[in-house]
């Protein structure tokens, strides 16, 4: 059936290639072998994603709402959008569509990344991992520069806990649609207005939402999950999912969301309330909730550091450009740039967590100021000034292929204007 949700998310789809189908064939193998997966064959399309999250949650769903699924009352898809965001929207014919950003996935994924790195440790090797006054400081700098591509934040994390990472943003994407989804249910559902006062507000349905999603993830966790480490981590996904965005509603990223969103502690006791009610007895829910408080722990040091951020990261940006700048002086002093110790020396600047619009920022004029020079012909720039920015200007060519994709791809971008 067609619906006006069905029609919607149609046509968001279309109104940009998805960044899945950039991916490149060679990396989908190259990232395979990394995880000793097997080889995919493809990539999903843009609604796959969603769809997934949908089949683990649908045996748990009233038939009022697998009907809607089916028959398109109730549309689902993953859009191309780099704001990291999952939304229900109500149409009048009654249709609902739930969106998922392609953001969401990728930001929660770089947020999940030093998570595990801190909280997931191998007996063989204990050490490696993060420190949580670490974690925090880099939780900060990836909720700071979330809508960014990033060179960084540079820190220890082993296969093993990247697998762990993409398991812990997957599950928090099945959280956030299950919230989503539950407020189709508050909607929909005779029974659930039946049960719930006469008025309920904005603030009290997201409430309710987060219990029933609460339930509908850990229920599919235990159809799903043989290992009971996983219902940990299934639980520990939905507080981190929501530990994220509290960090991007305090930093004013959320600030439309902010005022119907309940305060923080209400979400997380509403949430253990309704974990509490899916465990056995206190042992298995004191058990569960392990991993959750870690992550609360590592978010509540990353809170701290918010109120100056703004300051301290444009002292330190300041910072960042005087290094690369001093870097490239003292590489390019004889004929022959120091490659060798250019490509050492700045892997550790470029590894801070600086976006991309920032580096470019600092490099883009290297590069721009040798052509300017190069072309002008004007008497301002000595046969020694156009050499010495020929020098630098080589310094940062010699970093493609020798650093990381996002370089090349900033480096062949700014080069590319002068072929």
């Known amino acids: ?170 599950r928090a994407q099945r959280f956030l649609v299950a919230h989503e989804l539950a407020h189709v249910m508050c909607d929909v559902e005779d029974k659930l207005r039946e049960e719930r006062p006469e008025a309920v507000g904005a603030v009290e349905e997201e409430l309710v939402c987060d219990y029933i999603a609460v339930q509908l993830s850990m229920h599919a966790s235990l159809a799903r999950d043989d290992d009971p480490n996983f219902h940990m981590l299934s639980y520990a996904a939905a507080e981190f999912a929501l530990q994220s965005w509290s960090l991007l509603e305090r930093l004013g990223d959320r600030a439309a969301d902010a005022g119907t969103h309940p305060a923080l502690p209400d979400r997380l006791a509403a949430m253990r309330r309704a974990l509490r009610d899916c465990c056995e007895d206190d042992a298995a829910f004191e058990q569960i909730v392990l991993v959750a408080d870690l992550i609360d722990s590592a978010f509540s040091r990353a809170a701290d550091l918010l109120p100056d951020i703004e300051v301290r990261f444009s002292a330190e940006a300041n910072a960042f ?38 580096v470019e920022a600092v490099l883009s004029p290297v590069i721009d100021g040798f052509f300017l020079a190069n072309r002008s012909g004007s008497p301002e720039f000595s046969d020694e000034e156009i050499k010495r920015r020929f020098r630098r200007m080589k310094l940062l060519y010699s970093l493609q292929g020798n650093y990381s994709k996002p370089m090349d791809t900033l480096l062949e971008c700014v080069f590319s204007r002068y072929r």
């Open 1 to 170: 059936m067609s619906t006006q949700a069905s029609s919607f998310i149609e046509r968001r789809k279309q109104e940009q290639d998805h960044p899945l189908g950039k991916v490149r064939p060679e990396l989908i193998a190259e990232i395979a072998e990394e995880l000793e997966l097997p080889v995919a064959t493809g990539l999903p399309d843009a609604i796959c994603r969603v769809q997934m999250v949908l089949r683990d949650l649908r045996p748990l769903l009233p038939e009022s709402i697998i009907s809607r699924l089916d028959d398109g009352r109730i549309s689902a898809a993953e859009i191309c959008e780099h704001n990291p965001a999952v939304y229900v929207q109500t149409f009048q014919d009654g249709s609902y569509g739930i969106v998922m950003t392609s953001a969401l996935p990728e930001y929660l994924y770089r947020v999940a990344r030093p998570l595990s790195s801190a909280l997931i440790r191998l007996e063989s090797n204990p050490s490696m991992g993060l420190e949580l006054d670490e974690l925090a400081r880099i939780l900060s700098e990836i909720v700071w520069w979330q809508c960014e591509g990033s060179f960084g934040p540079d820190y220890e994390i082993s296969k093993h806990q990247r697998i762990y990472a993409s398991e812990l943003a997957m």
């Open 321 to 358: 450009a005087d290094d690369i700048h001093a870097l490239l002086d003292e590489c390019s002093l004889e004929d022959v740039p120091d490659y060798a110790r250019f490509r050492e020396e700045i892997r550790p600047i470029l590894g801070r967590g600086y976006p991309v619009k920032l």
